[in-house]
């Protein structure tokens, strides 16, 4: 019987820290990577390179699932929700590719660590009793401590349109919420309070958020995750709950175990180096992802057009939670030729067959490794991407490109690998992609 000692001691530091509720504010929290020191999830048994591999293997099994799903015939259109933009930023520690937010339920603040998603809409945490949840190190949810905890009822709204529910017996809204991965859960749509912690030691606060009470869930989730924040483009996202139009995120590059942001609401970008591109979003439930054009690259002075076909208009989803870049088939292997006919490294064919990347080059350790300048087009301006936004040491001594080839054609991910020490602003609202140069371990 934890749950009373427990509640009495959330009860008490309520009473100790200060409350702004639907505050403008800007908050932080420890937000690290899974396999980061600082993460909460952090194996002490597996080396760097065993967790690059294992996340090299979870990108190919999210860019598969994810492909499966979303080819598909639907429209692409320019999103245009202008709503409220409060300003108010979290903070992310950074140690590699997928990172965890600290967010707090209900009237009692109860602590979750939960993954950070741009590819999904609901946010949600395993709920007591919990009918077939997976091993969870931290006590579960009990969302009748809280005041302000009420089940969704079948006539709101969101249950009516979320795409992703059902009617039960008693008019409440239940919830079926399936990943790329093969993850699920399954539970009770409620409503409650969800607050942030922020910088300055005061809390933001937002009420009658919509969650999912997870009752069944399974998949590649561990005992220290506790759920998921859904920042998608959709309803029910936390951003579009709390009437957020705009946010950016700063990933620090892997390996560095350093404290990050990431802000909600309007973040002024200025840098020479700004990049500002369209931003498209699907006009469905079921496809609630960032998408932008990617028209070609160059490695070095070679110029790399798709040949095939014409990417603009919106085929390559920006992912936060997948550590690859999977783009274009033509594309691809035109940089990787142009990659060889450049580079005199020795090629790792035993590495390259391990991990399906494609290529790998053995680094001697008094080399310093130095690649062509690899710049993106986007429609809209051009990325210079550096040496950790394009490769990933998988062993000692050992560099492989951290891109592979997509062949779904209208299906593409922009991994976060590729999205490091950028500021990166998701600018829903006035339909605007944009990337700021930054050292993200010093972004403040």
């Keep these: 019987m934890a749950y009373p000692y427990t509640l009495l001691c959330l009860f008490l530091a309520l009473v100790l820290l200060p409350l702004h509720s639907n505050a403008a504010s800007t908050f932080q929290i420890g937000i690290v990577h899974r396999d980061s020191l600082l993460s909460p999830t952090h194996n002490k048994s597996a080396t760097p390179f065993d967790n690059v591999k294992r996340a090299i293997q979870r990108s190919f099994a999210r860019e598969k699932a994810l492909a499966s799903i979303t080819h598909a015939n639907v429209s692409i259109n320019a999103s245009r929700h202008a709503k409220r933009s409060d300003l108010f930023s979290t903070p992310v520690r950074g140690g590699g590719f997928e990172f965890l937010m600290k967010i707090y339920l209900g009237t009692q603040f109860y602590p979750i660590w939960a993954i950070i998603d741009t590819g999904s809409a609901l946010t949600w945490t395993q709920c007591f009793p919990c009918k077939a949840c997976y091993q969870q190190n931290d006590l579960l949810y009990a969302p009748d401590f809280s005041l302000l905890y009420k089940s969704a009822l079948c006539t709101d709204d969101l249950c ?50 919509y969650l999912g009470c997870g009752y069944a869930n399974a998949g590649v989730f561990s005992p220290e995750q ?9 309803p029910l996202s936390l951003t579009n709950q709390i009437g957020v139009t705009v946010f950016s995120y700063c990933l620090p590059a892997y390996g560095t175990s350093v404290e990050s942001k990431i802000t909600f609401g309007p973040l002024a970008l200025s840098d020479p180096g700004l990049v500002t591109t369209p931003l498209y979003t699907y006009s469905s439930y079921y496809y609630p992802f960032y998408f932008f054009s990617i028209t070609g690259f160059r490695v070095g002075d070679s110029e790399i057009t798709p040949w095939f076909y014409d990417y603009t208009g919106g085929y390559t989803i920006i992912d936060s939670g997948t550590t690859l870049s999977f783009i274009p088939w033509d594309l691809y292997y035109g940089i990787v030729y142009a990659l060889s006919s450049s580079v005199n490294y020795q090629e790792n064919y035993d590495v390259e067959y391990q991990t399906g990347l494609y290529p790998c080059y053995n680094v001697p350790s008094s080399d310093t490794f130095t690649i062509p300048q690899i710049v993106v087009h986007f429609d809209g301006g051009d990325l210079e991407l550096s040496v950790k936004n394009t490769f990933l040491e998988v062993e000692p001594g050992v560099q492989c490109f951290a891109f592979a080839p997509s062949y779904y054609y209208f299906y593409n991910i922009w991994g976060n690998i590729a999205q490091t020490n950028f500021i990166v602003q998701y600018d829903i609202g006035n339909g605007q992609l944009k990337f700021q140069p930054t050292d993200c371990s010093t972004f403040t």
């Design 226 to 234: 506790d759920g998921i924040v859904g920042l998608a483009n959709s």
């Design 160 to 209: 009516q349109g979320a795409g992703i529910t059902s009617c039960g017996a008693d008019s409440h809204c239940n919830y079926l919420y399936s990943y790329a991965d093969g993850s699920y859960t399954a539970g009770n749509l409620i409503t409650d309070q969800v607050s942030f912690s922020t910088t300055t030691g005061i809390h933001v606060s937002f009420q009658k958020v």
